[in-house]
């Protein structure tokens, strides 16, 4: 029996050097570290519910987040058939101003990718009158209101980003 206890012992003790070398030299983690160490691998590393800002700029989303804002207020006027915040696309509904009841159009915005750049929003833009039948009739859209709108689009992307850069 003591002998038993004496080998019990013994191995505890060397095994003590090894601890001691992954530990020494380095600070006590602290409750968050040590919560991150039991998390890493695990499908629900992140928590659920949080006041911490993410490091990335897409917060939770999967394209760039000051272009997906920037799209949302350039039509915020626009009644919205279909946003997926995930996927990059926000469709409007058909829409005719008050003054122009024979006109209406349609946009579709899609964000392809998480860097404010030019090539990460395309937008199509659908114009249509009615004609005497009451049918509506197809009417093409000049190249220049199209890259209007892509512009004014990535330039309030940029005031957004850097309105969150200065906080």
């Not at 003591?2 to 020494?24: C, N």
């Amino acid at each position: 029996m003591i002998i038993k206890t004496l080998s019990v012992i013994s191995i505890l003790i060397l095994s003590l050097p090894s601890l001691a070398d992954k530990t020494l030299g380095k600070e006590p983690k602290n409750k968050r570290e040590r919560r991150e160490d039991k998390t890493k691998g695990h499908l629900l590393a992140e928590p659920l519910f949080t006041t911490a800002k993410k490091k990335n700029e897409t917060y939770g989303i999967g394209v760039n987040t000051y272009l997906w804002k920037a799209s949302l207020e350039t039509v915020s006027f626009l009644p919205k058939k279909s946003t997926d915040p995930f996927g990059g696309t926000i469709i409007t509904d058909w829409y005719s101003s008050p003054e122009t009841p024979n006109e209406r159009l349609k946009i579709e915005i899609m964000i392809t990718g998480r860097a404010l750049t030019s090539e990460g929003v395309q937008v199509a833009i659908f114009r249509e009158k009615k004609n005497t039948r009451g049918e509506w009739i197809s009417i093409p859209l000049d190249r220049d209101t199209l890259l209007k709108f892509e512009e004014t689009i990535l330039s309030r992307a940029r005031e957004l980003k850097v309105a969150t850069e200065i906080e």
